[in-house]
């Protein structure tokens, strides 16, 4: 009796129980939390299953279960989910109290940004000086590849900071809401320096025009959702989150793009906040991982697995350093108390998901080769890992001496 061949619905849930139990068992049995979340093994797995390290290993059964036509199912149940949890990012972004502490919000969001940038920017120019053409994509401009890299290194994981605050226990705590602050405004310059680099001088008019229409909407829009129901909001919120994706990538910007400028102009205040944590949750645990698991897929180690390696080190040491460096600089503009700065430096390094997403727009773009991709990928995973363990031990030596000056 011929053996049953694999359907292709078989197979796409097949990879589907892979995707949500290989992460699981290791985080439960490595007992990873204290230094790697669920959503960073995730991650990790993601890239274990590409073709870099599975498909090296076990390349037909790589083949085999990641056909081309569920690698496709895969990546739009991905786009559905990173769309929404872009989105929810953009309603997250509360500016009032920002304007309030203006000073200090200013000071240490553009330098914990600026140095970063910089540094990261750096790292770019050497890798285009040592590594020939390997590193950036086919579209890209030297500018556009630099400043995407220094971005890159710059970019602080707004949701992931969430979760590691809230597990340190001082996320409604002065300190937690002062650094949530911090990465909301640095996320704003973040989708701003991404539309730039971006932007299609050839398609300029039709950028232009999404733009208008889309400025135009969104002063109708906050007009209207006031006046609905609460259920209505949430329904016509998606449809408006769908437009807006919609007519990012017709202009040429990314889907990604429009769907933080829909969340941007939406009120926190007109949704339940219960739902809204309770939504980003449920996209965490449902779509997420898939998203994680298709940017597994894009990985690639052409350039030699140890140049990719010392590629991630370089964008490591500048996204760290840049970031503990301009925290540490406004620290001593703003007169914080002593250990404050490092706290601080540590949590905003924090990099997977937005930077995740961030390099799969530069990768989508053509402006950062696969190898590339691979190595921010890297680095992502690794700045991420180390802040639990750095910021736990000064945290709690900073409540101690707070303790003692009272």
């Known amino acids: 009796m011929a053996a049953h061949a694999l359907t292709t619905t078989e197979l796409f849930l097949a990879a589907l129980a892979l995707i949500f139990a290989l992460p699981w068992a290791v985080w439960r049995l490595l007992r990873t939390d204290d230094w790697a979340p669920l959503v960073v093994v995730q991650i990790v797995m993601g890239i274990v299953l ?25 990546a739009g149940l991905a786009t559905w989910g990173v ?47 040592l590594g020939g053409g390997g590193w950036a994509g086919p579209a890209a401009q030297p500018w556009q590849f630099v400043l995407g890299l220094g971005m890159a290194c710059a970019v602080t994981a707004l949701p992931i900071l969430v979760l590691f605050l809230d597990k340190l ?8 809401q002062r650094v949530l602050r911090y990465a909301s405004l ?21 950028q232009a025009v999404f733009l208008l229409v889309f400025a135009a909407a969104a002063w109708g829009f906050a007009r209207l959702m006031p006046q609905l129901a609460p259920r209505d909001r949430w329904a016509l919120g998606l449809v408006w989150l769908l437009l807006c994706a919609l007519g990012a990538d017709w202009a040429g910007l990314h889907y990604i793009v429009g769907a933080f400028l829909a ?13 809204l944590d309770s939504l980003r949750h449920h996209v965490l645990l449902v779509l997420m991982p898939v998203f994680f698991l298709s940017t597994g897929l894009r990985t690639q180690w052409q350039l030699g697995g140890s140049t990719v390696l010392l590629a991630a080190l370089l964008l490591l040491a500048a996204a760290v350093g840049g970031k503990l460096l301009g925290v540490g600089l406004a620290g001593r503009v703003l ?52 802040t639990i363990p750095q910021v736990a031990p000064r945290l709690a030596r900073l409540q101690a001496l707070m303790e003692k000056a009272r």
């Open 50 to 74: 590409g073709p870099g390290l599975l498909g090296q290993a076990l390349p037909d059964l790589h083949r085999a279960l990641f056909t081309p036509a569920v690698v496709q199912s895969l």
């Open 83 to 129: 769309t929404i949890f872009v989105w929810l990012a953009g309603i997250e972004l509360d500016l009032r109290q920002a304007w309030v502490q203006r000073r200090d919000s200013g000071i240490t969001a553009g330098l914990a940004l600026g140095v970063p940038l910089l540094l990261g920017s750096a790292a770019g120019l050497a890798l285009l000086a």
């Open 169 to 176: 226990g001082i996320l409604r705590q002065p300190l937690g």
């Open 186 to 206: 640095d996320d704003i310059a973040i989708w701003a320096v991404l539309a730039l680099i971006l932007l299609d001088w050839v398609r300029v008019g039709r």
């Open 263 to 275: 969340g941007v102009v939406l009120d926190k205040r007109w949704f339940d906040e219960h739902a």
């Open 335 to 386: 007169g914080w108390p002593k250990g404050q700065a490092l706290v601080i430096g540590w949590l905003l390094q924090t990099k997977a998901l937005i930077m995740i997403i961030f390099a799969n727009i530069l990768l989508d773009k053509r402006l950062i080769s696969a190898d590339t991709f691979t190595a921010l990928l890297l680095m992502a995973v690794m700045s991420t890992m180390l």
